[in-house]
């Protein structure tokens, strides 16, 4: 039997009643928890949130993950991507490819296709494998973003590890640079040409310098070779740059080519991991480069994220992209969900990490806030020039509070929230008056989101996606 979950959406102080339709052979709903909204809040320590308009961030561009590398069933697929795409809102893939070779798989270039760098030899990739990853996820992803009006952002990042995940540098990549280059080239090419899907961005290796050959000077080196080459060819990908393993190894890479014209002309962006400890002073440092060259920055990869590194990141790193690694993928549930042949389901971190990615949408600028209590984080945007609020009140020792925001502009709102780990509840509409303030009462170990409403009913949400049971039994007779 399958079964998906529901949290209704609902406008107005009473609950109106949610369709409920079948799904294979059932379907279960719940109902939103209560909270108190507007002038009813009340209970917990006082405090003050101020909206600052007129302190202007980073745009928000997307919020991302590494495209899955397993095929997965054609329903568990279609489910993910729909959950990942419009629950959580994710618009961007990292696209790795098919990283070097390994003695029990061949990747994209198994031998030097020819000894002429400038010619490519199709019959020399393995094209096979990598059609089926664009078709499987890479075409439907990029749909269904679209399909919502917004913009499929992909970057390449390919991974060279010693051993491992990947497999090493190929030696004739290692030795020529017009080789690497011809390389990343008939990988770009091939999504294009054959798929329609031009990457917007390219790093030339995935954390160089951890565990693989790539030094500062290589990969720059491979660069100007590889940037040059795809201008020719008509694309408009940028440089991702230098997603290294952390804020400090990325900042030490930057440091590399901080005076380096040929190198700026092709960088678009700045990103980095999360892997280590104490990244938050490069984190500043990378924030402060980027404005000066008037590039955005990205998280691109860590494996145990929690709401901490989010707030971190958009605050000290001043990112406009954020990425999880293992949402609505088989693998790394730690990072935000699981998926297997018979559920999807978010994981520890999804519903507070969707509390500001599904209501916080590309083109939404991050604004100046403040609150009067260190315990409780606070972080606005305005959206279409109507401001989105996350309350973060996940600090120990908890204590729920009653919170006062001030810089709100008159109307109708949303208030959403997800307390610890459980799925998110829509607590229902409230009407901002003319002074800008709203109260709401912030439960402990909960993130708070306050977004602008149209006043519409919203059908329901899934929450939860499975079948019972998980596995067919043969009878005794």
């Not at 070779?101 to 020399?124: C, F, M, T, V, Y």
């Not at 664009?134 to 992909?154: H, I, N, Q, T, Y």
């Not at 409780?376 to 996350?390: E, I, M, T």
């Amino acid at each position: 039997m399958f079964a998906k979950r529901f949290s209704a959406a609902r406008s107005g102080s009473a609950p109106r009643a949610c369709m409920a339709f079948l799904w294979g052979l059932a379907s279960a709903l719940v109902a939103n928890g209560g909270a108190p909204v507007g002038a009813a809040a009340q209970a917990g320590k006082g405090v003050e949130v101020k909206i600052q308009r007129e302190q202007e961030y980073q745009t928000i561009l997307g919020w991302g993950k590494t495209t899955p590398w397993l095929a997965g069933s054609a329903l568990v697929r279609e489910q993910s991507i729909e959950q990942a795409v419009n629950d959580f809102g994710i618009n961007r893939l990292r696209f790795e490819g098919l990283c070097g070779n390994s003695s029990g798989r061949r990747s994209w270039e198994w031998l030097n296709d020819n000894d002429d760098p400038h010619k490519i030899n199709w019959e020399a990739f393995n094209t096979a494998q990598l059609d089926a990853r664009a078709s499987e996820w890479l075409l439907p992803w990029k749909k269904a973003v679209e399909s919502r009006g917004e913009k499929f952002d992909l970057y390449v990042s390919p991974s060279f590890f010693q051993g491992g995940s990947s497999g090493d540098l190929p030696p004739w990549m290692l030795a020529d640079p017009e080789e690497y280059a011809e390389w990343a080239e008939a990988l770009l090419r091939r999504l294009r040409d054959k798929h329609g899907i031009e990457a917007d961005w390219y790093c030339i290796c995935n954390e160089a310098g951890n565990n693989n050959r790539f030094s500062p000077a290589l990969v720059s080196r491979c660069a100007k070779v590889l940037m040059p080459r795809l201008r020719q060819r008509g694309f408009r990908t940028r440089l991702q740059h230098p997603e290294s393993v952390n804020a400090h190894v990325a900042w030490r890479y930057m440091q590399a080519v901080r005076d380096d014209p040929d190198m700026w002309k092709w960088i678009g962006l700045i990103s980095y991991h999360w892997y280590g400890r104490d990244n938050q002073s490069a984190m500043v440092k990378l924030r402060d480069l980027a404005r000066q060259r008037e590039v955005p920055t990205a998280q691109t990869e860590f494996m145990d994220l929690t709401i901490d590194h989010l707030y971190d990141d958009l605050v000290l790193g001043g990112v406009s992209y954020w990425e999880v690694y293992g949402l609505v993928g088989p693998n790394y549930q730690a990072a935000a969900s699981r998926v297997s042949s018979t559920t999807f389901r978010g994981g520890r971190w999804y519903w507070r990490f969707r509390q500001v990615s599904h209501y916080v949408r590309p083109g939404a600028v991050r604004v100046g806030c403040e609150s009067g209590d260190d315990a409780l984080r606070c972080l606005a945007f305005l959206s279409k020039g109507k401001p989105v609020v996350v309350l973060i009140n996940t600090k120990q020792p908890h204590a729920e509070r009653k919170v006062k925001i001030a810089g709100l502009s008159p109307g109708s709102y949303g208030v959403s929230r997800c307390v610890g780990p459980a799925a998110f509840e829509e607590l229902g509409l409230t009407t901002v008056g003319r002074d800008g303030e709203l109260t709401v009462a912030v439960a402990k170990d909960s993130v708070l989101t306050v977004y602008p409403h149209d006043g519409k009913n919203r059908p329901p949400a899934v929450t939860e996606w499975r079948a019972t049971p998980d596995f067919l039994h043969v009878p005794r007779s």
